[in-house]
């Protein structure tokens, strides 16, 4: 026979040889990336640079990326991606809302280390993510990873529910108790559409010309990022972000341990009209002012920007 058989894997031979596999050269096969080190993910996968300087979110900036870089580390060798990360954060958040619905104390106090749990992942999933981008030019996952994201951060609003739920127990059903989880709960609905509108936004600047894409991504920052100012900026406003992020996203991951604590501990706890104050109930009731008022902000600053629009 002449002629091959498999034109993918075989030649055809000239009358008097043999037929058998092609000789065509390989391709030359890319260079495997430099081998994963400490000091590589810190200049490449950290947020905000190699010292996490530019971070917006003083929280993350002074603590969290201080250690987060070696739990990214682990994922890499264990294998793990920054979607697969995602998913783990989104576990531990909703075990977290679990624990805080049942009874026992000790189980809170396992659902906010679970909360620290899940917003440690929440730095590794973008720092690997980073990684895979900038180091292994990995680009094929588009947007997927921001909108996995979004989903595990409703997990947040889960937690919101199930402390209020405990707590709505705890004082027998009182209506005020369920107002202050409501004034949480409802403004607290705006973010995931805001992290929706920055998805659009993602899509846009890679197709999109011109500076619309710019305007929009402008107009869907979200409230911490806008109470973020620039270290350039005046002292006043960086105490304001100070203040904002203590109280709202992310520094009431730490309150919530801290107030925990204090309620597992059986700390003293402050009394109104005779009846004792849960740390717990103190927390949700900040909570509720600062959700409320980002609400409104947002409202405001967004309706005047779209209204601006023709």
């Given amino acids: 026979m002449d002629k091959a058989l498999d034109a993918n894997t075989y030649v055809s031979t000239p009358a008097g040889t043999s037929s058998g596999l ?21 200049d490449v996968a950290r ?29 890499i060798k264990l294998g793990i991606g920054s979607n697969a990360a995602t998913l783990l954060s989104g576990l531990a958040i909703f075990a977290a809302a679990v624990c805080y619905v049942m009874p026992s104390k000790w189980a809170w106090l396992a659902g906010a280390l679970l909360v620290h749990l899940y917003f440690i992942l929440d730095h590794v999933d973008g720092e690997l993510a980073r990684y895979e981008t900038v180091h292994l030019g990995r680009t094929d996952a588009g947007s997927s990873g921001l909108f996995y994201d979004t989903c595990c951060h409703a997990g947040e609003l889960a937690l919101v529910g199930a402390i209020g739920l405990r707590l709505f127990a705890i004082y027998g059903g009182a209506w005020w108790v369920a107002l202050i989880v409501l004034l949480v709960y409802f403004p607290g609905n705006i973010m995931p559409w805001q992290r929706y509108c920055e998805a659009v936004v993602a899509y846009a600047r890679k197709h999109v010309e011109g500076d619309r894409a710019a305007l929009a991504a402008e107009m869907v920052r979200s409230s911490s990022y806008a109470w973020a100012p620039a270290a350039g900026q005046l002292m006043s406003g960086r105490l304001i972000s100070a203040l904002t992020q203590t109280v709202g996203f992310p520094g009431y991951f730490v309150t919530l341990l801290v107030c925990t604590i204090l309620d597992v501990a059986g700390a003293r706890a402050p009394t109104l009209g005779g009846y004792p104050i849960s740390y717990l109930l103190i927390w949700l009731a900040v909570r509720a002012l600062h959700s409320s008022l980002a609400a409104l902000k947002s409202v405001r600053v967004y309706g005047r920007r779209l209204a601006s629009l023709r």
């Fill in 22 to 42: 092609a000789t065509s050269a390989p391709a030359p096969a890319a260079p495997d990336p430099a081998p994963v080190t400490l000091a590589l993910l810190k």
């Fill in 47 to 75: 947020k905000g640079g190699t010292a996490s300087s530019e971070d917006p979110f003083w929280l993350s900036r002074l603590f969290y990326r201080k250690f987060t870089i070696y739990f990214t580390w682990l994922c």
